[in-house]
């Protein structure tokens, strides 16, 4: 497609921002980044119509926007702050160029909210949905870098926000907690960090086995975000349920020391940040009741194939893989 790609180009280099790192973007083969003292931080994810959004309810720029969002809660998720994008389009060829341009609207309003630079990327068109891919980058200082797996023994759980329910349209306009996570990075030792992309208890699962511990959950104490009481009310499943699986809440789920955890609650309530459980020496998610520990099973979004149709189970938040 090269009239496409080359006209796009040309409305792109009028419209995405750079910064200083950025000695070369878009128009050459490759990006040129200047390199600085700090680690720099590389991630990536796709998103597809018919699987994460659908293009026949949902507005294009709505998806553009959650291809960067997401991507910037990746790396909030190790502490770090997001730097410059790459972005690869992959167009339906009816209207490829249309579509192209309502999808960038959202990339744009994304990046300029978090300060990224569009550095470069990829058009293509075929016979398929739209997929939008983004590789983001940024950076981080060596000693303050974030992992699943730095979690140990009797360390308070701490979730950001509340959570549930996203499926009424919150999926499509994730706030990821990059500002959030640059101010715990100043007032506390974050040991382990993960964001909630495939439900709370999963990716809690997985940080717990990165860390090789367990969790003891208070249950009662999981912030439960007012649509996932709406959305008990038409689903048959209860707010807790939609709290402790549904996913793209793009929260964040850290680790410390009970200590931190206390001046957290004493000194900056305002934060919103909640412990809601205790790393323990066994392995699995489990909870007190009447006087006994009882296992919970984690429950999310399993990434399998799908097929590309336009219906509403099949976007990632489906209630069937969840169950």
């Keep these: 497609m090269p009239d496409v790609e080359l006209s796009f180009l040309a409305y792109l280099r009028g419209r995405c921002r750079s910064l200083p790192s950025i ?14 003292e700090k680690l720099q ?21 709505d998806a553009g926007y959650k291809s960067v969002a997401i991507n910037v809660s990746d790396i909030a998720a190790m502490g770090g702050i997001p730097k410059a994008a790459l972005v690869t389009l992959t167009l339906p060829v009816e209207n490829s160029t249309k579509i192209a341009g309502e999808v960038y609207e959202g990339i ?10 569009i550095a470069g990327g990829d058009i293509s068109t075929y016979d398929g949905p739209l997929a939008i891919n983004v590789c983001l980058l940024g950076e981080v200082a060596e000693n303050k870098i974030w992992r699943r797996s730095g979690a140990s023994e009797n360390q308070a759980i701490m979730i950001t926000g509340a959570v549930g329910g996203s499926l009424l349209r919150r999926h499509l306009r994730p706030e990821p907690r990059i500002e959030l996570a640059q101010e715990l990075q100043t007032l506390v030792e974050v040991t382990a960090a993960i964001d909630i992309s495939d439900g709370l208890s999963l990716d809690l699962d997985r940080l717990c086995a990165a860390s ?8 009662d104490r999981i912030p439960i975000h007012s649509d996932a009481t709406k959305l008990s009310e038409s689903s048959g499943r209860s707010p807790f349920q939609h709290a402790w699986s549904d996913g793209e809440d ?24 909640t412990q809601i459980g205790t ?7 489990w909870r007190k009741h009447d006087r006994k520990l009882e296992r919970l ?13 336009d219906n509403q189970a099949n976007i990632k938040q489906n209630e ?3 169950k």
């Design 279 to 285: 790393t323990v020496g066994r392995t699995g998610l």
């Design 212 to 219: 090789g511990v367990g969790a003891e959950l208070y249950t």
């Design 250 to 273: 793009f929260e964040l789920l850290l680790t410390m020391s009970q200590q931190d955890a206390d001046l957290i609650a004493l000194q900056r309530p305002d934060l919103g940040v």
């Design 108 to 117: 744009l309003e994304a990046s300029k909210k978090y300060d990224i630079a």
């Design 23 to 36: 000695h070369l973007g878009i128009g050459d083969d490759a990006a040129a980044i200047t390199p600085n």
């Design 320 to 322: 069937t893989s969840k």
């Design 297 to 309: 099973p984690p429950q999310g979004y399993m990434h399998q194939g799908t097929t590309n149709t």
């Design 41 to 61: 931080l590389s991630c990536t994810d796709q998103i597809i119509d018919g699987v994460d959004f659908l293009s026949s309810e949902h507005a294009l720029k």
